[in-house]
């Protein structure tokens, strides 16, 4: 058990739809991360949130968007979903960087 | 484009067997990370390697920094069906790890 918590486990949407991902960092860690991994893509570095500010962005859509809240849980939304966004999104805390531990992800379907 | 290209892309073998798995990449990393990720479940940090020409054994698996820190090796002795999973590298720069697509690892009773 990594520690962090990421709800819901799976999600099934229809295209255009708007969903949120929630995150639970381990206790004590500051930064959290999230990725998209798809068979075709691997692992995708989305967007890094320190202590409630964001620090870091890498490929993630304009349709999608991030936040970490006070008490350091996060979520991401994904909005006007397409078939395309169907995936794993995994969330990943650390206490300092480099050193990430995973939750066992979302799995998005979209139809 | 992966930043990080690893190879094989699928590797089978029979247990008992060994195995080796490259990660290499045009880029310098100040440091490298390897993963573990079985069905169903997140990543499971490995390794991380700093310096390098460093070498590091976690029981049957040595890893290897490339001395120019662009590239690295797993290498598996006598695999066991428990080694089975997706085996990814990662490189780190500032606050971002840069995932290779991984090595999906098939370790035959």
């Known amino acids: ?111 | 484009t992966q930043l990080l290209e690893q190879s094989p892309q699928f590797l089978s073998i029979q247990e008992g067997e060994n195995l080796t798995v490259y990660c290499n990449s045009s880029s310098v990393f100040s440091s490298l990370q390897w993963y573990r990720q079985e069905p169903g479940e997140g990543p499971v940090l490995l390794v991380t390697v700093v310096t390098g020409g460093e070498v590091k054994k976690l029981k049957r698996l040595t890893f290897q920094f490339g001395d120019a820190r662009k590239d690295s090796s797993l290498h598996i002795t006598a695999a066991q069906p428990g080694d089975t999973g997706l085996y990814l590298c990662a490189g780190v720069n500032d606050y971002k790890l840069s995932f290779g697509a991984g090595t999906t690892v098939t370790v035959r009773a």
């Open chain 1, 1 to 111: 058990d990594s520690g962090v918590t990421q709800t819901p486990k799976h999600l099934i949407t229809a295209t255009g739809q708007r969903v949120t991902l929630r995150c639970s960092p381990r206790s004590g860690d500051l930064s959290v991360y999230w990725y998209q991994q798809s068979l075709d893509q691997g692992l995708q570095f989305l967007i890094q949130y320190y202590n409630g500010e964001e620090r870091a962005k890498g490929n993630i859509l304009e349709r999608f968007s991030a936040q970490q809240f006070p008490d350091l849980h996060s979520e991401l939304n994904l909005s006007s979903l397409e078939l395309g966004d169907s995936a794993l999104y995994f969330c990943a805390s650390s206490v300092d960087k480099g050193r990430l531990h995973f939750g066992n992800g979302t799995r998005l379907t979209v139809t």
